[in-house]
C-alpha cells in the first residue's frame, strides 16, 4: 500500500509559478514510475507529466510542454511539479498517482496507476 499526499497547490496569477508536492509513505515507490494529472469540473481526469523510476525518463502533454517539470527525489520519496509561465487554462485539482509495479519505463496507461493522492487545487487567474 502506498499512500500519497499532494501539497503546493493555491491561487497564482497567469504567467506566475507554482510547485507542487507529492510525498509518499507506505510501500517505498521508489522503484516505479510515477505521474502527474489534472481535473477539472465535468471533465475526465488527463495526464499531464510522466517520469522512471530513476527520473532518467519524462514525458509531458503537449499542453503543458516548455512550460512543467516532473522530476523526483527517490531519497525523499518526493516527486515534485514544478510549473511556470501559469495560463487561465491550467486551472484544476492536480492528482498525484503511483505505478509501483513499472519498473521500467514509463507507466503511460492510466490503468496503470494503482495509487492516487487526494489532489491539490491549482487556481491561475487572468
Known amino acids: 500500500q502506498v499512500q500519497l499526499v499532494e501539497s503546493g497547490g493555491g491561487s497564482v496569477q497567469a504567467g506566475g509559478s507554482l510547485r507542487l508536492a507529492c510525498t509518499a509513505s507506505?510501500?517505498?515507490?521508489?522503484?516505479?514510475?510515477m505521474g502527474w494529472f489534472r481535473q477539472v469540473p465535468g471533465k475526465e481526469r488527463r495526464s499531464v507529466a510522466y517520469?522512471?523510476?530513476?527520473?532518467?525518463?519524462?514525458s509531458y502533454a503537449d499542453a503543458v510542454k516548455g512550460r512543467f517539470t516532473i522530476s523526483r527525489d527517490n531519497a525523499k520519496d518526493t516527486l515534485y511539479l514544478q510549473m511556470v509561465s501559469l495560463k487561465s487554462e491550467d486551472t484544476a485539482v492536480y492528482y498525484c498517482?503511483?505505478?509501483?509495479?513499472?519498473?521500467?519505463?514509463?507507466?503511460?496507461?492510466?490503468?496503470?496507476?494503482?495509487?492516487w493522492g487526494q489532489g491539490t487545487q491549482v487556481t491561475v487567474s487572468a
Open positions: 498517482a503511483a505505478a509501483p509495479q513499472i519498473t521500467t519505463g514509463l507507466a503511460l496507461a492510466y490503468n496503470e496507476y494503482l495509487y
Open positions: 517520469i522512471n523510476w530513476s527520473g532518467q525518463t519524462t
Open positions: 507506505g510501500r517505498t515507490f521508489r522503484t516505479g514510475a
